[in-house]
């Protein structure tokens, strides 16, 4: 069967990904940018890639003809607070253009539960896109789910945080609303099972696991499966926006992502029934179950994909081919260059930064300057990086997000997420001189980058060159 796969390199696609090609399928993906398509050489040899942005206008002749089928895994949560169900309904509709041109006979749409009239921001597009794909020419199948656990998910990654780094939790109210999760196994599970199944065209379908717990027990049960206690006091009172800022703060999440999940946290999404479990023979995974197989991956070191590696801030405004190219004029620079014996460590040293590794040199000062980005509304330190060693272009690795990763032409090139008033690249390269470089690249934004980049200079000096000295063999 021909699939298109819209959402390829986000945390859903890239995990669906293997198992539709385990299964057979030829995958057609659907990426805004080819570059930021985290697989390997020998996956995309598996798949046709085609870029194309749904909430651009309509062009006829993108999508394949022949597709007999697609996933709709596209949402725009992390990117806005304010427009981003007006982004949904109009990646929506023209995502029906699109297919109207094909042969398409079924899309299948992850939603999210639907329990109560009066929704979140978030819930209440969910449920508009999926009246919206109604209308189009072909056989739709939702499935609308709560919580997903699994290593490198967005609600996994931030009750990890929560648990790992608050033994005692002052909490909002919020945390005594019901929910079912789902492990992201058992997801991927229903999404393949309903792959040309005529039974569930049309049809919506709520999905779960067998607990259904309020948040406090999620992380009460947390920190029962990694082996310590933990302590949930909760307040009545704390604003939408406190609780943003505790949650931005404490986890990983970007801000506007915090504001939008405190808005649903709110909402109880439990499953109505599990029919489409018993049509397709699945057996869920506890909670319980679901936060040990993560971290079964985490230690094995085969975390897929990760919910950070889709958000892209505001300042890269989702288009990361216009950075490959790191400017020449107008800009400041920090070069350093040392001689290596030893290639192969010294690349593996460089494929390791950032994240657990750190960088190599003023770990402190990282942390200071994480800690800084955090107060000023950038993404910090608390990203960390999905792999150990291995990092694909659109990676997020700390606050730097990767433009180009070439091993064997060896060359790292990283772009600034962080707060600055301007941009900023750090590149690491070695010739065939065996000579590394390692240059920091800096487009001011008028006198105030200017400033910038010269109040930070002393501290460039001692990090910078620490760096290198500490990556090269």
């Not at 896109?129 to 656990?149: D, P, S």
């Not at 992380?219 to 499966?225: E, G, I, K, M, P």
């Not at 070069?335 to 460590?345: G, H, L, R, S, Y």
């Not at 107060?375 to 990086?385: A, E, F, K, S, Y």
Request: charged share 25%; proline share 3%; net charge positive.
């Amino acid at each position: 069967m021909k699939i298109l796969l819209t959402g390829a390199n986000g945390y859903i696609g890239m995990r669906l990904l293997p198992r539709l090609l385990e299964l057979g399928h030829h995958i057609v993906c659907a990426v805004r940018d080819e570059n930021r398509l985290s697989i390997d050489a020998k996956t995309r040899k598996k798949v046709e890639i085609i870029e194309v942005d749904f909430l651009n206008e309509f062009r006829p002749g993108i999508i394949p003809q022949d597709i007999n089928a697609a996933y709709y895994l596209i949402h725009s949560m992390t990117g806005s607070t304010t427009d981003f169900d007006e982004k949904e309904a109009k990646a929506a509709t023209n995502f029906n253009q699109h297919l109207s041109q094909t042969s398409c006979e079924q899309v299948i749409y992850l939603s999210g539960i639907v329990n109560e009239e009066k929704l979140s921001k978030h819930l209440s597009s969910r449920k508009n896109v999926e009246e919206i794909l109604y209308q189009g020419h072909f056989n739709l199948t939702v499935l609308r789910a709560g919580i997903i656990v699994g290593s490198g998910s967005s609600s996994f990654e931030i009750i990890r945080d929560l648990c790992e780094k608050l033994p005692v939790m002052i909490t909002p109210k919020w945390v005594l609303t019901k929910s079912q999760p789902v492990a992201i196994r058992d997801v991927v599970k229903f999404l393949t099972g309903v792959l040309g199944h005529k039974k569930t065209y049309n049809e919506s379908f709520d999905i779960g696991g067998p607990d259904i717990l309020t948040y406090k027990e999620m992380l009460h049960q947390y920190a029962s499966v990694r082996g310590f206690k933990n302590w949930i006091f909760t307040v009545p009172v704390m604003t939408p926006k406190l609780s943003s800022y505790w949650l931005y703060f404490v986890t990983s999440t970007s801000y506007k992502l915090a504001i939008n999940l405190v808005d649903s946290m709110k909402m109880e999404v439990v499953a109505r029934n599990n029919h489409l479990q018993q049509l397709l023979g699945i057996e869920t995974h506890s909670y319980k179950e679901a936060i040990a197989m993560a971290f079964k991956k985490i230690e094995q070191n085969l975390v897929i994909s990760s919910w950070k590696d889709s958000i892209a801030s505001g300042q890269v405004q989702e288009d990361l081919e216009k950075y490959i190219q790191v400017p020449k004029y107008g800009v400041l620079r920090d070069v350093q260059k040392v001689t290596i014996t030893n290639e192969e460590k010294t690349l593996e040293n460089i494929w390791r930064i950032g994240g657990e590794t750190g960088w190599y040199y003023g770990s402190w000062l990282w942390k200071i300057r994480g800690f800084l980005d955090k107060l000023n509304g950038g993404p910090g330190l608390r990203r960390g990086r999905t792999h150990p060693n291995k990092i694909f272009p659109g990676d997020a690795l700390d606050f730097w997000r990767v433009l180009l990763a070439d091993k064997k032409g060896k060359r790292l090139l990283l772009f600034a997420e962080m707060r600055l008033p301007g941009e900023a690249w750090l590149e690491f390269k070695i010739d065939d001189q065996k000579v590394l470089h390692q240059i920091a690249t800096f487009r001011p934004k008028g006198l105030k980058g200017r400033l910038y980049w010269y109040s930070v200079l002393p501290f460039h000096y001692f990090i910078f060159g620490g760096m290198i000295r500490n990556i090269s063999h």
